[in-house]
């Protein structure tokens, strides 16, 4: 990892007004860095902020008040350079797996003849050659989050942001695509922040996890996981990290309790 910086997030707010008109303060004082080439997590509970976090720093939503730099520059609308990889998938059910790989580039207007070398070498190194003919709603959750990622690495993107991307997966694929992620950034050594609930994924994938708390969302903890790679969960290492953080959400969970009791 270097030192150079790649996101600074500074002292960001997130003001939602909802239908009401009645204004949800989503996130409060926020401030974080990620060095280039760096994995971190945002980890929390539902509702504390972590899809508005990652949304503000991809550009899809405006700041109410703070700043955001990547490379120094303020985070203006989505850019190429900078993917972001949603729950859904959000891939396009009328194209092919091939098709759906090829979109970034095709929108860049690189040749077909380029686009189908470059969707080979990414449909390979996510398993789904045999696939490049079939449509989404032929493959399985796993599979079709696949292609969202080889989508996303097909435009080679400096930063990678990725929301719950494994949630809807059964524990086995999500354990696979879980080392198939660690493997493809050790390759390409891109930034990645990526957003999970669950505190085990977390200690698998990160460099460092932010644990957030809600109400409003803010960063709560930074956790540093400087264990090598590939983890091995049974490790005593990696059951040291993961019982302290569970002991972070259980002091989360009782001050919340003696708030409301
Ligand atoms: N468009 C919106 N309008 C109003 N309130 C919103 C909007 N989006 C999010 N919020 C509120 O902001 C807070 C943070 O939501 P966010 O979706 O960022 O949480 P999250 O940590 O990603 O939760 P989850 O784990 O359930 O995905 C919540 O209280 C939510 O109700
Ligand atoms: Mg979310």
């Known amino acids: 990892m270097s030192t150079r910086k ?23 004082g926020v401030d974080l860095t990620v060095f280039d080439t760096e994995f971190i997590c945002l980890l929390g509970a539902s509702g504390c902020g972590k899809t508005t976090l990652l949304n503000l720093m991809a550009g899809f939503e405006s700041i109410s008040s703070g700043t955001i730099y990547i490379d120094d520059k303020p985070v203006g609308s989505p850019q190429p350079q ?18 759906n790989i090829e979109y970034g580039l095709e929108v860049q207007g690189v040749s077909l003849a380029e686009r189908r070398k ?14 490049r003919h079939s449509h989404p709603h032929q493959l399985s959750g796993g599979m079709q989050q696949r292609v969202a990622i080889a989508r996303a690495l097909a435009v080679e993107p400096e930063v990678l942001f990725m929301d719950e ?6 524990a086995l694929t999500r ?59 049974t490790d005593y290492d990696f059951i ?22």
Do not use: C
Not at 82 to 87: L, M, P, R, V
Not at 165 to 170: I, K, M, N, Q, R
């Open 240 to 261: 040291k990290i993961r019982d302290r953080i569970y002991g972070e959400f259980k002091l989360t969970v009782k001050k919340e309790l003696d708030y409301y009791i």
């Open 118 to 131: 470059i969707a080979a070498n990414y449909m390979e190194m996510v398993g789904l050659e045999k696939f």
């Open 175 to 233: 354990f696979r695509m879980q080392e198939e992620i660690t493997r493809i950034w050790q390759e390409n050594k891109q930034t990645i922040v990526f957003v999970t609930h669950d505190i085990d994924e977390a200690v698998f994938l990160a460099d460092r996890i932010f644990i957030m708390s809600p109400y409003p969302g803010r960063i709560k903890t930074v956790v540093p996981v400087p264990i090598g790679r590939p983890r091995d969960r």
């Open 82 to 99: 900078y993917q972001t990889i949603f729950q859904n998938y959000g891939l396009f059910p009328w194209r092919t797996v091939e098709e």
């Open 6 to 28: 790649k996101i600074k997030v500074e002292d960001v707010t997130k003001v939602f007004t909802n239908n009401k008109g009645e204004q949800q303060q989503a996130l409060a």
């Open 165 to 170: 991307p494994f949630g809807a997966l059964d």
